[in-house]
């Protein structure tokens, strides 16, 4: 409906004509808004899909669209999808088990053999969205978990490889055996599904619990009869670093195009940058040193868990947005994570304008922009501070995400495309192409140009209504690299 209200409004304003003008009368279409519009759609204990364990198929089905309706409505131009919560799985897989949280018993499919995964990369892309998948890569066995393992559980098929840890179940990343397994998994998706992205959170050895050690003394004393002469600290960095790595090159060996992202958490150290404080030290007690790994280049983006309010001095939004930037020396892309739950609580040291500022001092920095949503549920209210914020400022104008030059910079080949005109609207079609992932349209009104659409390249068609002076349409490239672009009469 807003979408429609907008084009009318065009209506109005612009002058009555029938069709556009010749491209020779009118500047050319300007660059394409870039920006990064994401949000997690976390789908353990069920945070934002689905809304319950156990709902029938045709219910998920119709909650998961709708998570891509709103989204498209946003204007966002990304979502990360949770697939693998706890070493199962929300796609159709040979390795493990459907999850417990889509049908209520871990092992359990949808009915008619639906596959989530492959729904939403579809949905998504007919929206010009990108579609990231999610694995956690350790954990194994949730608190809200409520099935009993499944027979092609990790915890029933390698149980030497998983640990006990207060509550939750870990594979245990000291373990040959359990990165290589993870890998797998994780590289099957790559293979069978057409994702735009791999994405790691912040869960890498489990944040610490009181009265609970993480017991990996078998794989590390097999570590040290091997040979291995590193303490065990240093080890289980070792560890982390060297998946962390394999996992960069193993995806782009396997789909070059293909981004890999991790959103730790937002502090490297506490400490680091000076006067920051924090409860827990990532490299001590996750053993994740994440500014080594932007130094190294073993990810195209990092996506910072910046939860924090500006305001709130011991882990200042900016200071550690500052931070962040300047690890990057290999000028990946740096997305922050926000959260804007918090905003709607309305609570100091929140500001009642904090998503707004938060945004905009993103976009303050010379580099490309972009931000991660914490979680999709904070955006399905109007709220003025939340998605009203969105709507109508943030997000009034559609963008498109950054390109990754690094992953492959050949422009794509511009669209064959033609007008058709039929009663008072107009019908911009085209023929798909295999090297392009979306169709940006343009479109010149009395206000100025205005990217109009953004869809999947496979739609192969649009509808505009008339009103319009020019039109103007271009490819995008898997990494994001755009085409000529090309007027249309």
Not at 244 to 256: C, G, S, T, W
Not at 292 to 305: E, K, S
Not at 319 to 340: A, M, T
């Amino acid at each position: 409906m807003l979408a429609r209200c907008w084009w009318l409004l065009l209506v109005v304003l612009a002058p009555a004509c029938t069709e556009p003008a010749t491209a020779q009368r009118h500047d050319p279409a300007p660059p394409l808004q870039r920006e990064f519009r994401a949000a997690w759609v976390a789908t353990v204990a069920n945070i934002d899909w689905p809304s319950r364990r156990g709902i029938s198929t045709a219910q998920a089905r119709q909650e998961l669209d709708a998570i891509v309706t709103r989204a498209s409505e946003l204007r966002l131009n990304a979502l990360v999808f949770q697939v693998r919560p706890a070493a199962d799985a929300m796609y159709r897989s040979a390795l493990e088990p459907w999850s417990e949280w889509l049908t209520g018993q871990q092992g359990k499919g949808p009915a008619g053999g639906w596959d989530p995964l492959k729904h939403i990369v579809d949905a998504c892309h007919r929206r010009g969205i990108e579609l990231h998948a999610w694995f956690n890569p350790f954990r194994c066995g949730h608190p809200s978990g409520k099935s009993k393992p499944a027979r092609n559980h990790v915890r029933r098929t390698m149980p030497r490889a998983c640990v006990k840890f207060g509550s939750y179940f870990w594979l245990d990343p000291g373990d040959p055996q359990a990165r290589d397994w993870s890998m797998r998994v994780i590289l099957d998706v790559v293979k069978r599904y057409d994702v735009d992205g791999i994405h790691l959170d912040d869960y890498f050895y489990p944040y610490p619990q009181k009265g609970a050690k993480f017991d990996d003394s078998r794989s590390f004393d097999a570590y040290r009869r091997a040979g291995g002469k590193l303490g065990k600290d240093a080890w289980r960095r070792e560890n982390i670093d060297g998946f962390v790595q394999a996992l960069y090159e193993n995806v782009h060996r396997e789909k070059p195009w293909v981004q890999v992202g991790i959103s730790p958490f937002g502090i490297a150290r506490p400490g680091q940058p000076p006067g920051i404080k924090a409860g827990i030290d990532q490299y001590a007690d996750l053993y994740a040193d994440v500014p080594h790994w932007l130094r190294q280049g073993w990810l195209d983006y990092l996506a910072p868990q910046l939860y924090w309010p500006i305001d709130q001095k011991p882990q200042s939004f900016p200071v550690l947005l500052r931070y962040w930037h300047r690890q990057n020396s290999r000028y990946r892309h740096v997305w922050p994570g926000i959260n804007p739950g918090r905003c709607l609580q309305q609570k100091p040291p929140c500001r009642p304008t904090e998503l707004t500022d938060q945004i905009r001092l993103i976009r303050d920095h010379d580099a490309t922009h972009g931000h991660v949503h914490f979680s999709f549920k904070s955006l399905r209210t109007d709220a003025p501070n939340v998605g009203g914020a969105l709507k109508g400022n943030l997000y009034r104008e559609l963008a498109v995400a950054p390109a990754t030059p690094w992953l492959g910079s050949a422009a794509p080949q511009a669209p064959s495309a033609r007008l058709e005109r039929h009663g008072s609207g107009v019908r911009v079609r085209w023929q798909p192409s295999p090297a392009v992932r979306f169709v940006v349209i343009q479109v010149l009104d009395a206000i100025g140009w205005h990217t109009a659409r953004i869809l999947g390249d496979d739609v192969g068609r649009c509808e505009l209504p008339a009103g319009f002076r020019a039109v103007a349409i271009s490819a995008l490239s898997r990494t994001g690299t755009q085409s000529a672009v090309v007027p249309l009469r």
